[in-house]
């Protein structure tokens, strides 16, 4: 009986009796309901409050198709320079030792704990008209702040740190036996990344790229300050819902921003996706029996 008992308390990974985990169950459902579902579900009937064809309506208008445009190609180049970035951070940090590697990841993390606001004032400083490069950059008609150049500089600051931290954690713990095994059996650097670390670390990189883009399209702050509201030129969707709820076009706004919560949801289907994946090839690893080493037969050993 004590077996059993242990056996059950084991499974569930605590001791606190059951009603404490129906509570703690109750509290989280409600909080999502409160502050997750019912948000969507008033986005979603809003936009359709009119009908579907006033949110088609809204949807085709110039001005949301120059702001949904503007979007995908801000994230279509935010992303890339990201994973190119978030990748070399994580092996450099994961992979070697060296002076200011702290200071290096403390560096990573800067995006998270400055306000959107504040990076976008940043560029503001420093490309504005009357910033550090502003007189240089109007002498040869170069235009970064107010200009797709800006939003995009902006977006990339406050996105850059999702594929690194999610890779730097995998890569530290993966450590760099299976690298160094490859190099002493001749790999060059690029063989051993594509071939080694790369499958190693896969599904950690999706899952960044999923973040990153996610955010990419749903920044607010920082591309708001940078963009200088210019409407069909550098509006990206959540600027062009502020706009139209200004504006009191309450069925248009919802329109477009029901078109951000589906992308939103699309992403964490996705997410979902790639996270089943992920478990089911750790599964599918774990099933497998281990390797067994090379005997070599004892009379072939005395002939060789």
């Known amino acids: 009986m004590s077996?059993?008992?242990?056996?059950?308390?084991?499974?569930?990974?605590?001791?606190?009796?059951?009603?404490?985990?129906?509570?703690?169950?109750?509290?989280?459902?409600?909080?999502?309901?409160?502050?997750?579902?019912?948000p969507l579900a008033a986005v979603f009937t809003e936009a359709l409050r009119k009908g579907g064809g006033a949110a088609l309506e809204a949807l085709k208008e110039p001005d949301a198709w120059s702001a949904i445009r503007l979007t995908l190609i801000t994230a279509a180049i935010a992303v890339?320079?990201?994973?190119?970035?978030?990748?070399?951070?994580?092996?450099?940090?994961?992979?070697?030792?060296?002076?200011?590697?702290?200071?290096?990841?403390?560096?990573?993390?800067?995006?998270f704990s400055v306000s959107p606001v504040v990076a976008g004032l940043v560029y503001v400083l420093m490309f504005g008209a009357q910033g550090w490069f502003g007189p240089w950059l109007q002498a040869h008609d170069i235009k970064i702040v107010f200009a797709i150049p800006g939003i995009v500089l902006a977006t990339i600051f406050v996105t850059f740190p999702f594929i690194a931290r999610e890779l730097i954690p995998l890569m530290q713990a993966?450590?760099?036996?299976?690298e160094q095994a490859a190099i002493v059996l001749g790999a060059t650097g690029w063989q051993t990344f594509w071939h080694v670390t790369l499958p190693n670390i896969k599904w950690g990189l999706v899952y960044g790229v999923i973040l990153c883009n996610a955010r990419?399209?749903?920044?607010?702050?920082?591309?708001?300050?940078?963009?200088?509201?210019?409407?069909?030129?550098?509006?990206?969707?959540?600027?062009?819902?502020?706009?139209?709820?200004?504006?009191?076009?309450?069925?248009a706004a919802f329109a477009v921003a029901s078109l951000l919560a589906l992308l939103a949801l699309v992403t964490l289907v996705i997410k979902q996706v790639v996270e089943w994946r992920f478990e089911r090839e750790q599964k599918a690893a774990a099933a497998l029996p281990p390797e067994r080493p090379m005997v070599i037969p004892t009379s072939a050993a005395t002939q060789a």
């Not at 084991?10 to 129906?22: D, L, R, S, Y």
């Not at 994973?83 to 994580?90: D, H, I, N, R």
């Open 3 to 38: 077996n059993t008992r242990t056996q059950r308390t084991a499974t569930a990974g605590t001791t606190e009796p059951t009603w404490v985990k129906w509570t703690l169950l109750s509290i989280a459902l409600v909080f999502i309901f409160l502050f997750l579902v019912l």
């Open 80 to 111: 890339p320079l990201n994973l190119v970035f978030g990748v070399a951070a994580a092996w450099c940090i994961a992979k070697y030792e060296f002076r200011g590697k702290a200071f290096l990841t403390t560096l990573v993390d800067l995006p």
């Open 174 to 178: 993966q450590g760099t036996e299976e």
């Open 216 to 251: 990419a399209m749903g920044e607010f702050g920082a591309v708001s300050v940078v963009s200088g509201h210019i409407r069909g030129q550098t509006n990206t969707i959540p600027l062009h819902v502020e706009i139209l709820y200004n504006e009191y076009q309450s069925v």
